[in-house]
């Protein structure tokens, strides 16, 4: 692939070592002579010789350096690299000093997650063209699938839900469910997801009053893949406003092994679809 790469774009290799020795130079400038000890490194890229955090921590080892990318294998190979470095600079620490901790963070900012239809049959028409009318009791539809990881798992429950089972994969190996679990309202969140995604109307929803009988049945562990099957249960129209109706949707969340892992009743209030397009239906 290289070679290919090069054959196509001769220059490539220079423009790259011209575009590491600039940057070199840059952080050093900012570092030595403006004094600054905080960077944000946006496209951060395959790690290579001469880092930023290297450069500037050569200076000012105190500097504070964030790595930005949204490519996984950046991440890999980045927390490698900083393992090494940190283990490096501790052990050339000067015995009667404290130990440096170069402080150099990665953050992957990841895509949406690609969600798809999973059953034969779908909607006839499609999220953004999809009214009341089009919800019928007894139609089963199924969509998915979004991976969790342990990384997702840890970063939302440490928001938003930070019970040890959660956030603790060490301590969570002593609970109830022998290893760490996604919080259930993480769970909601992907499912919150693959309905928006694909089943509720970008055009004709209008709110929810809420939902009903929402249950946890399993727990969601790291590199579980889940999948949202709906089944329309009722659709009525409202007696005080004729334009819209409600629609309620029982819900399931299946893991990688057709389990269920959550179970919930949907509302919704839908807008009818509108008079001159009533002949489509």
């Known amino acids: 692939m290289g070679e290919t790469i090069l054959r196509m774009f001769p220059d490539i290799a220079m423009l790259a070592r011209l575009q590491r020795r600039f940057l070199n130079r840059a952080v050093s400038l900012l570092t030595a ?16 010789a001469d880092n930023t955090h290297e450069v500037a921590q050569r200076i000012a080892p105190a500097s504070c350096i964030v790595y930005v990318d949204n490519d996984p294998l950046v991440l890999v190979h980045a927390q490698a690299l900083l393992t090494r470095w940190t283990s490096s600079s501790e052990s050339s620490a000067r015995p009667d000093g404290p130990p440096r901790s170069p402080t150099a963070t990665i953050v992957t900012l990841m895509g949406p997650a690609t969600t798809t239809t999973l059953s034969d049959a ?37 928001e938003f839900d930070p019970q040890s089972i959660h956030t603790d994969p060490r301590a969570a190996t002593q609970g109830p469910f022998g290893g760490l679990i996604a919080s259930g309202w993480h769970t909601c969140a992907v ?25 946890w049945v399993r727990p969601v562990r790291p590199g579980d893949t889940l999948s ?22 029982a819900i399931e969340v299946l893991d990688q092994h057709g389990d269920t892992v959550l179970t919930m009743t949907a509302i919704n209030i839908l807008r009818c679809r509108p008079s001159e397009d009533a002949s489509r239906r």
Do not use: N
């Open 228 to 249: 949202l099957r709906t089944t329309v249960k009722e659709a009525r129209l409202s007696r005080s406003k004729p334009d819209r109706g409600l629609v309620r949707t």
């Open 122 to 158: 779908d909607f006839a028409a499609p999220v953004e063209d999809r009214w009341y009318e089009d919800y019928v009791p007894g139609e089963v539809y199924e969509y998915g699938s979004i991976t969790v990881t342990e990384e997702e798992i840890l970063r939302f429950a440490g």
């Open 191 to 215: 499912m919150m997801r693959l309905y928006a995604d694909h089943y509720v109307s970008r055009v004709a929803s209008l709110a929810s009053p809420g939902i009903d009988e929402l249950r």
């Open 33 to 48: 002579e403006a004094g600054i000890c905080q960077f944000l490194d946006v496209g951060t890229g395959l790690p290579t």
